[in-house]
């Protein structure tokens, strides 16, 4: 096998897996057990067991894990929620 055809198996893998994963999901969101909801602190998407926004995410816990280069430019930065005119 060429480099180029174990590239597009591995791609082709990796987006299959992906896949079945948000269909899991998906799934799980018709049972009750998976919502996506919104971050009170900075409004990001986020999952979670209860239809209800929680109070942090990922990105306000772990903001290095998420956007690292952002995270390394603007260390101090305080996170700003604009109004949002939607409502979810």
């Known amino acids: 096998m060429t480099g180029l055809e174990v590239v597009g ?21 018709w049972v009750g057990a998976f919502y996506m909801v919104h971050c009170r602190r900075c409004h990001h998407l986020t999952g979670s067991n209860r239809d209800q926004p929680v109070d942090t ?18 260390r101090t930065a305080p996170i700003q929620v604009r ?5 979810y």
């Not at 299959?16 to 899991?24: M, R």
């Not at 995410?57 to 603007?74: G, I, N």
């Open 57 to 74: 995410c990922v990105h306000c816990r772990h903001p290095v894990l998420t956007h690292p280069l952002y995270a390394l430019a603007h």
């Open 83 to 87: 109004p949002d005119p939607l409502h």
């Open 9 to 29: 198996l591995f791609t082709i893998t990796v987006v299959g897996a992906l896949a079945v994963g948000a269909l899991f999901l998906g799934l799980a969101n």
